[in-house]
């Protein structure tokens, strides 16, 4: 297999993965999500339901934005980047979303459970970014 072919595959099943994922309601999102969560963090029925209302908020926003970047690509084929006023708001947004969502999980989870979510959180980031780099330097 080319360089070529197979930046073309791994493209091809980035898009059938986001395919597959937005086949799901925000509801189904969050609940896997909460279940996920409840086995890492053992968490309690209370936080269960505390922790399924943040993660259905943030799958409704997602899936908002997964629905206007995708509207937004339709209506600008020829355009492929978007401008750096954008992009700033853009970045802004989603550290305004990480900041909320490390303060709801504190007020949510114990004091362990918080460190594991933690950490789990930063071993996620640091995979998307491995990944990023591989196919970075595939190009």
Known sequence: MTAQEKRDYERKQKMERAERMSEYTPEEMAQLQTKKMTLDLDLTEAQQKQIMAINL???????????????????????????????LKLKND????????????????????????????KEKMSKGRHQKKQMMSRK
């Open 57 to 87: 908020k943030n799958a409704q926003s997602r899936k908002a934005m997964m629905e206007a970047r995708k509207a937004r690509m339709e209506e600008n084929k020829e355009v492929k980047a978007i401008s750096k006023e954008e992009k």
């Open 94 to 121: 989603m550290l305004d979303r990480k900041i909320e969502m490390k303060k709801q999980m504190k007020e949510v989870l114990n004091k362990e459970q918080y460190e594991k979510w933690e950490a789990m959180a």
